[in-house]
């Protein structure tokens, strides 16, 4: 039974290992399209804000 659960422990921590410090699954040319035009209107309410 400890045998197994020290097995488990190292499959979850190889797992969680590999999740951070790996970037996230597909493709990684793909351009976001709404997180562009997100951060753009973030930017620009920010901008309106700081010109008070």
Known sequence: MITFLIAMAVI????????????PAG???I???DVQRLQADLSAM?????NI
């Not at 979850?12 to 970037?23: M, P």
């Not at 920010?46 to 700081?50: C, L, N, Y």
């Open 27 to 29: 493709s990684s040319n």
């Open 46 to 50: 920010h901008g309106r804000t700081t």
């Open 31 to 33: 351009i976001d399209r």
């Open 12 to 23: 979850v921590a190889f797992a969680a290992f590999v999740a951070h410090y790996s970037g």
